[in-house]
């Protein structure tokens, strides 16, 4: 009886979109099975001494050979670490859901019944799909910037820099973002901010840009990543001269405060005030001439809401009489800004950032580039922000005019970059907090900030 040939068994890994389980099929492992064993045959010495021969074979026949014993073959065992640059699944490192949660912080004073309440208990298990989606974003935005941190070097483009982290974030959720709507599911959350200097924000390469890191600089690196439209928004700055080490420590400090202070019934302008103290309470030497750290007044946090990156309340970093109230639910983006120049940016340069709007307008478009763009953004990226290098990586060509032409029609938003003062230099840190029922949750916190 012949035996039968090694059998393969395919082990499905999928990235988690909760319920739904969306994600990416990894490669197969291979069960193996033994042949039967085949019988050696070998000649043997005759007892006949008077003849004193050894038997010969027939004429013709074919010597056997021996057949080896096969092993087993091995089944691959699923990555336990992250490769370098990062690569494998985070779903296959935490599988059936088990992704790390983010800092856990008992709420204060006349919220801290919510800690034990059953009540507040059941409602934030009813919000299990909703924490394994931030979770999984949360731990893919961990893993790639600590690689980032570990790899941006001097001499390096921004455009390799950005898409540096764009691919990896794309590798580690299982969405390339090439196929029609795949990016939607999960992905790269908002353009890569690499913002140098007096460059406060929202700059990201275009095409072509041959801007190169200097030893000099200092560079806020703001990446986003979502799954299923949560998105995890947190930034650094990184720089290399010590000279500019006390301006990282005030901003850093002056976001930790942030954090630290919100909560549940916590106004928004009384937050503005710590933060500011914070900041302010720092100055920096550069260059022999001692400058006076500012919360940059006209940069806030802000909500986030399912696909969109800006929601409906803003978190000022200076303080402000507003009186709203963060509340149950809500997830905010606690983001603070420092800078040596004016305390005050505006818009300046190339955009590079767009978002369509989800309270665009009903247009007739009459340019035929327009509509067509239009149907490529609705369908790959919904109200998730996009640059100009997504729809270069999607083969769209001479698209600038009909872009143009949505936004001058309030279709898609625009953002500019946002610059101090040339010759001074800015710095921010960025984490994302969810309020929820029980505790509060700093969903972006890491061993790095």
């Known amino acids: 009886m012949a035996a039968k040939p090694p059998s393969d068994e395919l082990e499905k890994l999928s990235v988690s979109n909760g319920a739904n389980g969306n994600g990416k099929a990894a490669a197969a492992a291979a069960n193996g099975s033994k042949d039967g064993d085949a019988a050696e045959h070998s000649g043997d010495d005759s007892d006949d001494d008077a003849d004193d021969q050894t038997a010969e074979p027939a004429p013709g026949a074919a010597k ?35 992704y790390p949660k983010g800092e856990e912080v008992e709420y204060k004073d006349e919220n ?4 034990t309440n059953e009540e507040k208990r059941h409602l934030d298990n ?13 731990e893919t935005h961990r893993q790639v910037r600590q690689w980032a941190q570990k790899n941006i070097k001097p001499g390096q483009t921004l455009t390799e820099i950005a898409e540096g982290i764009e691919d990896s ?37 275009n095409a072509g840009n041959k801007t190169v890191l200097q030893q000099s600089n200092v560079m806020k690196v703001d990446i986003g990543v979502h799954v299923n439209g949560k998105i995890v928004d947190s930034a650094f700055t990184i720089a290399f001269d010590p000279m500019y080490d006390n301006l990282l420590a005030a901003v850093k400090d002056a976001t930790n405060t942030g954090v630290r202070e919100a909560g549940i019934d916590v106004r928004l302008g009384e937050l503005g005030g710590y933060i500011q103290e914070t900041m302010e309470s720092y100055e920096c030497e550069i260059n022999g001439t001692t400058y006076p750290i500012k919360s940059i007044r006209n940069l806030t946090g802000h909500t986030i809401l399912p696909y969109s990156i800006h929601g409906t309340k803003s978190v000022p970093i200076v303080k402000s009489a507003d009186n709203t109230k963060m509340e149950e639910g809500d997830v905010f983006a606690i983001e603070t800004f420092g800078s040596t120049g004016n305390g005050y940016v505006h818009d300046e340069g190339e955009v590079s950032h767009y978002a369509l709007r989800s309270d665009a307008p ?20 919904g109200t998730i922000p996009f640059a100009r290098r997504y729809l270069d990586r999607l083969g769209q060509e001479k698209y600038l005019l009909g872009l143009n032409n949505l936004v001058q029609t309030g279709i898609v938003e625009d953002y500019p970059p946002l610059l101090d003062k040339k010759g001074s230099y800015t710095a921010q840190f960025e984490h994302t907090i969810l309020l929820r029922p029980t505790v509060k949750e700093v969903i972006s916190r890491g061993d790095d900030y």
Do not use: C, M, W
Not at 362 to 381: E, G, P, Q, T
């Open 64 to 98: 056997k050979k021996k057949n080896k014993k096969k092993k087993p073959k091995k089944k691959k065992k699923a990555p336990t670490a992250q490769t370098d640059p990062p690569s494998v699944l985070i779903s296959q490192l935490f599988p059936n859901n088990t």
């Open 112 to 115: 801290l019944y919510r800690t």
């Open 126 to 138: 009813l919000n299990s799909e909703f924490l394994t989606d931030y979770r999984h974003a949360a």
């Open 169 to 205: 974030i794309r590798r580690l959720v299982g969405h390339d973002g090439l196929a029609e709507g795949d990016a939607k599911i999960a992905g790269v959350g908002f353009p890569t901010g690499v913002n140098l200097d007096h460059i406060a924000a929202h700059y990201t390469p």
């Open 362 to 381: 009903k247009v007739d478009l009459r340019l035929s580039s327009a509509k067509s763009l239009l149907n490529v953004i609705k369908k790959n990226f």
